[in-house]
Structures are given as structure tokens and as C-alpha cells.
């Protein structure tokens, strides 16, 4: 058993507890419990303007009571206060208007196509030549392996891109290996792998990294951009209707990386509302600021529960449009980084879990 020092009082599941500290709930003295020396010690801080400290060590305290112990404190520190609760809900629902506004409304499509002329722009050309001249030097000024356009497609050949594995963010590991192999490698518009040797192989690994990032930034900089991440994936394993209504849709700009930017717009509002909420608490706890302070479990709940609103709003209104238009284009509106996210926080919240059950 364990007692508080000061009052003597027994020290159990009774304890009020909050984030790292526990209180005597008789002397209302605070102490903090140290979890991997398997003890509490004098906490040096001052909790409810109490100034006065006692020390509770470990005398003949059986493993599974320090154990219970642990487990309430990190309960206590998992639970939402009343304002954690209000920042999920603001978070959640300015994410949730984002991202209406961005997939289901086209609000930026006027932003869009104003970027669109900026990218053809002449200081945006000779950029994107500089990049590709850079890129090519380590082939002898041969073009890069994916840019192999003999092949046929639905449209014209300035959405090759699209086609290409190794134009695809997702699949930049397999866009690299072509660059050192000097082999392209992607699909057609009926469904045929495609191979072909195509420029140089470039010997240096890290030169072949240099030279791919140095092409994908230039081709991010196109009217069109880079495929939407994982695109092509749906280009090779799926049908010849997929294949046209992708290409269809990257060749009207409706479906590419640049409209991946715009949907992570939403989840990069919950990060600051979420992580500035972690920082302040953090600062009035501890009167100093920690901008790792949303790593702790319960602002990644916090995270997990704002982005399933977010990802709940988008399906839900995703999935009623396609029903009610039987318009599968609709599923182009389907915000996948805020799926990820969701996904992302669910597994980390499992694994905690997990790990605390076992413990």
C-alpha cells in the first residue's frame, strides 16, 4: 500500500489525478509519478496554487498496485477536458467546410485555372527548362526514361504523364529505378504493360535521385502537373473505362497532383488548430513552449477524431451525389489524404491501445 506521507491517508483509485500529476485527496498536496522507476517522487511544480509537497517512495508496494496506479494517471492524462473537446468540434468543422468548399463546391477552380496560366507562363517555362536541362546533364543531355510517349493513349501526348508508373508521387521508388536502369515502364490505354528502353541509365544512385526529383519538380510545374498519387494504379488494374475517364479527367485538369495539394488543405487546418491547442496547454502547464506537445496521445485522439469528421462529411456527401447523379465521376471528390489521415490516427490509436493492454 502506499500513503500519503502528510496525512497518512491511503493512496488508491480514490487519487485525483490530472496530466502528470496526482493529488492527496485529503492534504490536497500534489506528486508525480515517475512510471519507469516504479515510484512517486517530490514534483517540483505547484498544482491548484498548493505550495507545500510530500513524498510517497516505494515501501513494500506490490508490483500490481504501482501498476493500477500507472494506468489511472494515464487515463486521467488520455481524458478530454471540456476545451479539448471544443477544439475537436472547431477543428473538425472548419475542416468539414474546407473541404466542402474544395471537392464538393470547386470554390478554387477560378484559382486553379489562374495557376494554370501562371504555369505557362515565360519565368515558369525557362524554370522548368533550367530543371530539366539540370536533370538531363547526367545523362548526356538524353531525355529521362519515363518521359516515353510511344505509346497509344486517350488524348494527345502531353498527358503521358498519366500513363507513366514513375510519373506517379506514390510510385516514385519504381520512377527512380528507371532512371538508373535507363527502361520505362507504364501502360496503355488498353491496359498493356509498356517497356522500353529509353535515354540513358545513370550508374550513381544518388545521381539518379538528383536527376528524378529535379524532372518531377518540372513537371509539377505543367499546366496539367503529375497523376493524382496512386492513379496509375487504378490505370493499370482497372478497365478501359477507368483508364478513359482518368485520362479524361487529368487532361481537364479535374485529376492530378495539383488538386492532391488542394484537398490536403483541410487536414493542414486541423494541424493547426489541433497543434496550437497542444502548444498552449503545454505552455500553461509547464510555463514554456513545446511545439512537440500534439505527439502526446491525446492530441493525436484529437487528431484522429477531426479528420474522421472530415473524411465522415466527404464520403457521406461523395457517395449520395454518386447514387442520386449515377455519376462514378463524382468520385473524383473523394478527399484521400483526409481517408489517410483517418486511417494514419487509427492505427497509431490501436497500437497504443495494444501496447497499454499488454503492459
Same mark, same amino acid.
Given at each position: 500500500?502506499?500513503?500519503?506521507?502528510?496525512?497518512?491517508?491511503?493512496?488508491?483509485?480514490?487519487?485525483?489525478?490530472?496530466?502528470?500529476?496526482?493529488?492527496?485527496?485529503?492534504?490536497?498536496?500534489?506528486?508525480?509519478?515517475?512510471?519507469?522507476?516504479?515510484?512517486?517522487?517530490?514534483?517540483?511544480?505547484?498544482?491548484?496554487?498548493?505550495?507545500?509537497?510530500?513524498?510517497?517512495?516505494?515501501?513494500?508496494?506490490? %508490483?500490481?498496485?504501482?501498476?493500477?496506479?500507472?494506468?489511472?494517471?494515464?487515463?486521467?492524462?488520455?481524458?478530454?477536458?471540456?476545451?479539448?473537446?471544443?477544439?475537436?468540434?472547431?477543428?473538425?468543422?472548419?475542416?468539414?467546410?474546407?473541404?466542402?468548399?474544395?471537392?464538393?463546391?470547386?470554390?478554387?477552380?477560378?484559382?486553379?485555372?489562374?495557376?494554370?496560366?501562371?504555369?505557362?507562363?515565360?519565368?515558369?517555362?525557362?524554370?522548368?527548362?533550367?530543371?530539366?536541362?539540370?536533370?538531363?546533364?547526367?545523362?548526356?543531355?538524353?531525355?529521362? %526514361?519515363?518521359?516515353?510517349?510511344?505509346?497509344?493513349?486517350?488524348?494527345?501526348?502531353?498527358?503521358?504523364?498519366?500513363?507513366?508508373?514513375?510519373?506517379?508521387?506514390?510510385?516514385?521508388?519504381?520512377?527512380?529505378?528507371?532512371?538508373?536502369?535507363?527502361?520505362?515502364?507504364?501502360?496503355?490505354?488498353?491496359?498493356?504493360?509498356?517497356?522500353?528502353?529509353?535515354?540513358?541509365?545513370?550508374?550513381?544512385?544518388?545521381?539518379?535521385?538528383?536527376?528524378?526529383?529535379?524532372?518531377?519538380?518540372?513537371?509539377?510545374?505543367?499546366?496539367?502537373?503529375?497523376?493524382?498519387?496512386?492513379?496509375?494504379?487504378?490505370?493499370?488494374?482497372?478497365?478501359?473505362?477507368?483508364?478513359?475517364?482518368?485520362?479524361?479527367?487529368?487532361?481537364?485538369?479535374?485529376?492530378?497532383?495539383?488538386?492532391?495539394?488542394?484537398?490536403?488543405?483541410?487536414?493542414?487546418?486541423?494541424?493547426?488548430?489541433?497543434?496550437?491547442?497542444?502548444?498552449?496547454?503545454?505552455?500553461?502547464?509547464?510555463?514554456?513552449?513545446?511545439?512537440?506537445?500534439?505527439?502526446?496521445?491525446?492530441?493525436?485522439?484529437?487528431?484522429?477524431?477531426?479528420?474522421?469528421?472530415?473524411?465522415?462529411?466527404?464520403?457521406?456527401?461523395?457517395?449520395?451525389?454518386?447514387?442520386?447523379?449515377?455519376? %462514378?465521376?463524382?468520385?473524383?471528390?473523394?478527399?484521400? %489524404?483526409?481517408?489517410?489521415?483517418?486511417?494514419?490516427?487509427?492505427?497509431?490509436?490501436?497500437?497504443?491501445?495494444?501496447?497499454?493492454?499488454?503492459?
Amino acid at each position: 500500500m502506499i500513503h500519503c506521507n502528510y496525512c497518512n491517508k491511503l493512496i488508491t483509485e480514490s487519487f485525483i489525478a490530472c496530466r502528470h500529476f496526482s493529488v492527496c485527496p485529503k492534504s490536497k498536496l500534489t506528486a508525480y509519478f515517475i512510471s519507469d522507476k516504479k515510484e512517486i517522487i517530490e514534483c517540483n511544480c505547484k498544482l491548484d496554487k498548493f505550495d507545500l509537497f510530500f513524498n510517497v517512495y516505494k515501501k513494500n508496494v506490490d %508490483p500490481n498496485t504501482l501498476k493500477r496506479l500507472k494506468n489511472i494517471q494515464e487515463n486521467e492524462d488520455e481524458k478530454w477536458t471540456a476545451a479539448d473537446k471544443t477544439a475537436v468540434f472547431t477543428a473538425g468543422i472548419l475542416g468539414v467546410f474546407l473541404d466542402t468548399l474544395i471537392t464538393q463546391l470547386n470554390i478554387l477552380k477560378p484559382l486553379d485555372k489562374h495557376i494554370s496560366k501562371i504555369m505557362k507562363s515565360k519565368k515558369i517555362n525557362k524554370f522548368k527548362d533550367l530543371l530539366d536541362t539540370f536533370s538531363n546533364s547526367f545523362r548526356k543531355g538524353s531525355s529521362i %526514361p519515363i518521359d516515353y510517349q510511344d505509346f497509344e493513349k486517350y488524348g494527345p501526348q502531353s498527358i503521358h504523364a498519366q500513363y507513366s508508373f514513375g510519373h506517379d508521387p506514390i510510385r516514385f521508388v519504381e520512377g527512380i529505378i528507371q532512371t538508373i536502369n535507363g527502361e520505362y515502364r507504364g501502360i496503355d490505354k488498353f491496359g498493356n504493360i509498356k517497356k522500353s528502353i529509353f535515354g540513358l541509365p545513370i550508374d550513381s544512385i544518388f545521381q539518379a535521385v538528383i536527376s528524378y526529383v529535379a524532372h518531377m519538380i518540372s513537371d509539377f510545374c505543367n499546366v496539367n502537373s503529375l497523376p493524382y498519387p496512386g492513379s496509375t494504379f487504378l490505370m493499370e488494374f482497372g478497365s478501359d473505362k477507368i483508364r478513359k475517364d482518368i485520362s479524361n479527367a487529368f487532361r481537364a485538369q479535374l485529376y492530378n497532383s495539383r488538386i492532391f495539394v488542394y484537398q490536403n488543405l483541410p487536414c493542414f487546418l486541423i494541424n493547426i488548430v489541433i497543434y496550437s491547442w497542444a502548444i498552449y496547454n503545454s505552455y500553461i502547464d509547464n510555463k514554456k513552449i513545446d511545439l512537440f506537445a500534439a505527439n502526446d496521445f491525446k492530441y493525436q485522439t484529437m487528431l484522429l477524431a477531426s479528420n474522421a469528421m472530415v473524411m465522415t462529411s466527404n464520403v457521406t456527401i461523395t457517395g449520395i451525389r454518386t447514387i442520386v447523379t449515377q455519376n %462514378p465521376h463524382n468520385l473524383f471528390r473523394l478527399n484521400f %489524404p483526409a481517408i489517410g489521415n483517418t486511417i494514419k490516427y487509427t492505427i497509431k490509436y490501436i497500437k497504443h491501445k495494444m501496447a497499454a493492454h499488454s503492459a
